[in-house]
């Protein structure tokens, strides 16, 4: 166990330390002149050049990498470009925090219920139920997000606003768009909408890899065998098919939490939630605001590498035959 987890510490700073220099190298190709786009096409050439040299973009690109990745180790991860000018630490692990509280919430309902969904259809293999939860699933996953987004809004947000007892209990509100620093509470309610939406990405691929799983396990011998021994049939689909046939799933999961954290732009912008996908695309990306495009992707390479090693332990948990070392 020792020797797996030096290596995998290993592996992630040395995947750190590739990604930071990807990404420098990436946000410094990129057209356009970062000067000019904040002080506007009107801005004189020596204005410009004033901006550059207080961006410190005049220097080589070794000396601009080993000032901010150095800075960056230490915690001082700079400030944003654009006005008001603000700490990008402290911005980006608010919004990290928002977003965090959306893939819990998003995993609470999709988890379960793709687990229940695939095992029905696993165990119901050629029959109605089988049928039905698959072409459901793949229907649902086939639309794009933004359709979702505003069938979900346009259907349960408006229809239950119109009903004067949800309005006055103030569920599923059509905007998302809450403060930044919200607390659950106040953030709770709109959250729902968003999480059912990314739900709905999420559940097919999901419901496949388990219904697959369970249907491989059942055609196994220790399954007639246990059967035979009279143990009881949800026993055995609980405690030994299901076991095995999650293994797979755990690494839909795990590697499905970088995306949720990180990677849910076009739901969060259809509601207006202020996650990290949309502070990526709306302030960093928008603006040319390359420090902040630095911290937010180092920020998702590392939340998924952790999301990996989480799977790693899940699957020596689910399966004692796997010995990580």
Do not use: C
Not at 118 to 140: M, N, R
């Amino acid at each position: 166990m020792a020797r797996f987890i030096l290596r995998r510490l290993v592996f992630f700073v040395l995947t750190l330390f590739i990604t930071s220099v990807l990404v420098f190298a990436l946000t410094r190709v990129l057209p356009g002149d970062v000067a000019r786009v904040l002080l506007g096409r009107e801005a004189s050439e020596e204005a410009v050049q004033a901006k550059r040299a207080e961006l410190g973009l005049d220097k080589p690109l070794v000396v601009q990498y080993v000032s901010w990745a150095g800075d960056f180790v230490t915690g001082d991860w700079g400030t944003t470009y654009s006005t008001p000018r603000e700490n990008i630490r402290d911005l980006v692990f608010q919004r990290a925090g928002n977003s965090a509280r959306l893939a819990f919430l998003t995993l609470l309902i999709a988890v379960p219920l793709s687990l229940t969904l695939g095992v029905v259809a696993g165990l119901s293999e050629g029959k109605l139920a089988d049928s039905a939860i698959s072409v459901l699933t793949l229907s649902v996953v086939s639309l794009p997000e933004f359709v979702t987004g505003l069938f979900l809004i346009n259907t349960v947000a408006l229809g239950w606003q119109d009903n004067p007892i949800a309005e006055k209990l103030g569920w599923f509100p059509a905007s998302s768009a809450i403060r930044a620093d919200a607390s659950l509470r106040e953030a709770l309610p709109a959250m729902w909408l968003p999480a059912v939406a990314a739900t709905l990405v999420l559940l097919a691929y999901i419901v496949r890899l388990v219904r697959a799983g369970v249907i491989e396990e059942m055609k196994k011998g220790y399954v007639r065998t246990a059967v035979l021994k009279g143990l009881p049939y949800r026993v055995v689909v609980v405690k030994h098919v299901l076991r095995n046939a999650l293994i797979p799933t755990v690494t839909v999961i795990a590697t499905s939490t970088g995306w949720l954290i990180s990677g849910m732009v076009v739901i969060e912008s259809v509601f207006s939630y202020p996650g990290l996908g949309r502070l990526l695309i709306n302030n960093a990306i928008n603006n040319r605001d390359l420090p902040l495009i630095q911290a937010i992707v180092m920020l998702t390479v590392a939340v998924i590498l952790v999301a990996n090693f989480t799977a790693d332990l899940l699957y020596a948990l689910l399966n004692p035959r796997i010995q990580l070392e």
